[in-house]
């Protein structure tokens, strides 16, 4: 069974730092494209940063360039987002999700219909 699984939110104080993971499970999450989107209550969601299957070329939304660094670590089949200087407005439900496909992720796009997505953890941003 294909499954990603999100964790590492929290409530943190504006400029503090949390770093989210997203293990996968039943797959190769290395042959896979993998992007974060989060969204914040009464928002639509936002797709905030990915990494491709094929160069490890990475996506960031505008908002979180400069702060957020999405990465892969293969030996745990695992895809992190640091988040450093976080902000209220940061505050939502950060879902990753996975998609074999090349072109869902490139260096300045993200497409939000990946295949197989996580159930979310919640960031909260307050003082």
């Known amino acids: 069974q294909l499954q990603l699984v999100e964790s590492g939110g929290g409530l943190v104080q504006p400029g503090g730092s949390l770093r989210l993971s997203c293990a996968a499970s039943?797959?190769?999450?290395?042959?896979?494209?993998v992007g974060w989107f989060r969204q914040a209550p009464g928002k639509a969601r936002e797709g905030v940063s990915c990494i491709s299957s094929t160069d490890g070329s990475t996506y960031y939304t505008h908002s979180v360039k400069g702060r957020f660094t999405i990465s892969r670590d293969n030996a745990k089949n695992t895809v992190y987002l640091q988040m450093n200087s976080l902000k209220p407005e940061d505050t939502a439900v950060y879902y990753c999700?996975?998609?074999?496909?090349?072109?869902?992720?490139?260096?300045?796009?993200?497409?939000?219909?990946?295949?197989?997505w996580g159930k979310g953890t919640l960031v909260t941003v307050s003082s």
């Open positions: 039943g797959f190769t999450l290395d042959h896979y494209a």
């Open positions: 999700a996975a998609d074999a496909s090349a072109y869902v992720c490139s260096g300045d796009s993200l497409y939000h219909g990946m295949n197989y």
